[in-house]
């Protein structure tokens, strides 16, 4: 895609979503590490309805790592995979613990080697608890992105790489949320609401579904 027609695009999704930022509630970038765990195949409403009383209690890993799995999992339970979830945040606290002395690391490298931390929940740590400039490739972003044409790939890493290299380094959180925001409202997986669209006449599948009829 030619730059141009990318930097239009932000722009535009700048204007249409002034304030879009990070739907999930947190304090601490360790809150934050454990939401977006949490918030893997699960929106972001429920993981605020869930952490809401989790935090009351449970809100550093100090006082995280004294439950039992089978205890978190109560906790998490309306997550989903909770069985799942409840053995990686509290394998990723436990490392916290023991290799970063309670503080959550602040490098890719470093956040990745965490139990249940890819890249996805690496970046949203990185952006939103360390300012970072970071893309997280979410479902959302990684559909809209392939139909705008910003960047195309098979798989998220594919798409990130694509973003960070179409995409101004000082906009890539930015971005990101722009993006979320606009698959959530808009561009959504099933029926995209293209006639709505203000991207429409810059979007790649729009014209291509319009060429074909």
Request: charge should be negative; proline fraction near 5%.
């Amino acid at each position: 895609m030619e730059k141009e027609n990318t930097e239009k695009i932000l722009k535009i999704l700048s204007e249409t979503y002034p304030d879009a930022k990070c739907a999930l509630n947190f304090n601490s970038p360790y809150e934050l590490l454990i939401s977006t765990i949490l918030s893997a195949q699960c929106t972001d409403v429920r993981v605020n309805q869930v952490t809401e009383e989790l935090y009351k209690e449970y809100n550093t890993p100090e006082r995280i790592i004294s439950l039992t799995e089978e205890e978190l999992g109560e906790k998490i339970r309306s997550c989903g995979f909770y069985k799942n979830k409840s053995k990686n945040i509290l394998g990723a606290t436990r490392a916290i613990l023991e290799e970063y002395s309670g503080e959550v690391p602040n490098t890719m490298e470093e956040l990745i080697k965490l139990p249940g931390v890819g890249r996805k929940t690496a970046n949203v740590v990185l952006s939103n608890a360390f300012g970072v400039p970071a893309i997280a490739v979410d479902t959302h972003v990684f559909r809209v992105s392939n139909r705008l044409g910003i960047s195309k790939g098979d798989t998220p890493d594919q798409v990130e790489k694509g973003l960070m290299e179409n995409v101004p380094r000082e906009m890539w959180s930015d971005a990101h949320h722009y993006i979320i925001f606009h698959g959530r409202q808009i561009c959504k997986a099933r029926k995209p609401n293209c006639e709505q669209c203000p991207l429409a006449p810059c979007c790649e599948y729009f014209n291509n579904e319009k060429n074909e009829l």
